[in-house]
């Protein structure tokens, strides 16, 4: 599977995921939140900058995505 930055589904993730982590940053920031809560935020804003950043590829633009098995 490949994934097209220029693709109209990936604008749609891009913004999704912007959106995501403006919310969970101003979430952490707040020194209302339990370590816990902390900590899962911190995860989340990882896992919504690491999908920000999947079609990375120099050469083309595209990039292939497999899939993992956590099994």
Do not use: N
């Amino acid at each position: 599977m490949e994934i097209d930055p220029r693709s109209p589904t990936w604008f749609a993730v891009k913004d999704f995921c912007i959106k995501e982590l403006d919310t969970a940053t101003s979430a952490l920031e707040s020194a209302s939140m339990s370590h816990e809560e902390t900590q899962f935020t911190r995860g989340y804003i990882k896992a919504f900058r690491e999908l920000s950043k999947l079609p990375m590829d120099s050469q083309s633009g595209i990039r292939s995505v497999g899939s993992v098995d956590y099994g």
